[in-house]
């Protein structure tokens, strides 16, 4: 019998929680079986067996958390039947020591029988951890994702419905000075008051803040701004779009394809700094960075520089939608170059972005807007949005970072040059 270990599927991540199981004890597993899928701090994947066996007994259970090499479960590999541990006493909490075990069925797992005679849906992973989380039958539920299958979106729609619709009834509200102490999660406790609780944070917002940090520590960011003429590709991209449609392409796409062009012509910023080494990268890969509830991610897009606009747009929606439902591989979210961060849609006019390590810069787009401006001795209005480029000094200089920026400019006023 040999330990199923908890894997290291990402390079920063440190634990991860079991979502759900694809074998029970006893099953059969076979080399390459799906058995398990697990959240990590970047992404949910499903976890496969390296050898033939029976699964033995699961060590820790769907929703629970366990430590990178921590046994998450037994593998019988001699053809014997897999003998049972001795329970393990559940971790005692504090002011709940009279608390019944849990033994009620898990509400939206696939291996929970169907209620009723009704045949579960399809449902991702994800949806059906907070289905469990909240109490909500999937099987009251229409799908929204391809094939009907339920996502994470669908469940959220039905967690307030269902807890309205509860019929545990609610004990009359105690006296405030009679009341006993009340044990909370300790995501609940109060900081200062009542009025102020503890929320946990996600596995990838911690990542996601120690990465910046670390950046803002080690990297010495320094800032150019440039106000760029957008009028001729605001015309260029409908001009795309009338003769890609039923296709489309947004602003960002131009602009992450005039990043990948710029970068290929002038690789200054598509490099990464080392203590003895300036690493010049031969591939453009630009990062897109996508903000979730849970913090954020940036999946990455291959060779930008040799896919056209309208592959850049249909890749960047496939994987920003990955990312909503946490689906997002670890080999999808690294080996980027250069990172592109747009915050335009949300009617930001400028900011500085963080740089994500070990790249050298990173892109911040804002809003397009109506300017006024003074040319050929004339007051015409101009669309125009302002650029601001994160450089790591110790990779680029101001001035070669400045001549980078002028190109992207050049090419973003001039957008036929981006797809010649």
């Not at 480029?389 to 002028?406: E, M």
Request: hydrophobic share 40%.
């Amino acid at each position: 019998m040999s330990d199923i270990l908890m894997p290291r599927l990402s390079d920063t991540m440190e634990e991860g929680v079991v979502s759900s199981w694809h074998k029970k004890p006893g099953d059969k597993v076979s080399a390459g079986d799906a058995l398990v899928d697990i959240e990590t701090d970047k992404a949910l994947m499903e976890y496969e067996a390296y050898e033939d066996g029976v699964l033995g007994e699961i060590l820790v259970g769907e929703g629970d958390t366990a430590a990178i090499g921590t046994p998450i479960a037994t593998l019988v590999t001699d053809g014997a039947a897999p003998a049972p541990r001795p329970a393990a006493e559940p971790p005692a909490e504090p002011a709940q020591d009279d608390a019944p075990a849990r033994t009620e069925p898990v509400v939206g797992t696939e291996d929970a029988p169907a209620e009723n005679g009704r045949s579960r849906p399809p449902s991702s992973p994800l949806a059906r951890r907070i289905a469990r989380e909240n109490g909500v039958d999937l099987a009251t539920l229409t799908g929204s994702g391809p094939g009907g299958r339920i996502v994470r979106a669908d469940v959220e729609a039905a967690a307030p419905a269902a807890t309205v619709m509860s019929t545990a009834p609610a004990a009359p509200p105690a006296p405030r000075q009679a009341a006993p102490p009340v044990s909370r999660p300790a995501e609940a406790v109060p900081v200062d008051d009542e009025d102020t609780e503890r929320v946990p944070l996600s596995r990838i917002r911690k990542v996601t803040a120690r990465r910046l940090a670390e950046s803002m520590r080690t990297a010495p960011h320094f800032y150019l701004t440039r106000v760029v003429d957008v009028e001729e590709l605001l015309a260029f991209r409908a001009t795309l779009n009338a003769a890609l449609a039923p296709a489309k392409v947004s602003v960002n796409d131009l602009i992450v394809k005039a990043c990948a062009t710029a970068l290929r012509a002038n690789p200054v910023l598509n490099v990464s700094f080392t203590e003895e080494h300036l690493l010049v990268h031969k591939r453009v890969n630009v990062g897109v960075a996508v903000a979730l509830d849970e913090g954020l991610v940036v999946p990455v897009i291959r060779d930008t520089d040799r896919k056209s606009v309208s592959q850049i747009g249909a890749e960047t929606r496939e994987l920003a939608g990955r990312a909503r439902e946490q689906r997002l591989t670890p080999q999808e979210m690294s080996g980027g170059t250069f990172t592109v961060s747009n915050l335009g849609m949300f009617g930001v006019d400028a900011f500085t972005a963080v740089i994500n390590p070990p790249e050298a810069a990173i892109l911040a787009v804002g809003a397009t807007r109506k300017d006024v401006v003074f040319r050929d001795g004339e007051v015409i209005p101009r669309d125009r949005l302002t650029l601001t480029l994160s450089i790591d000094h110790r990779a680029c200089d101001g001035a070669t970072g400045a001549a980078f920026l002028g190109q992207l400019t050049d090419l973003l006023e001039n957008p036929l040059r981006i797809v010649a």
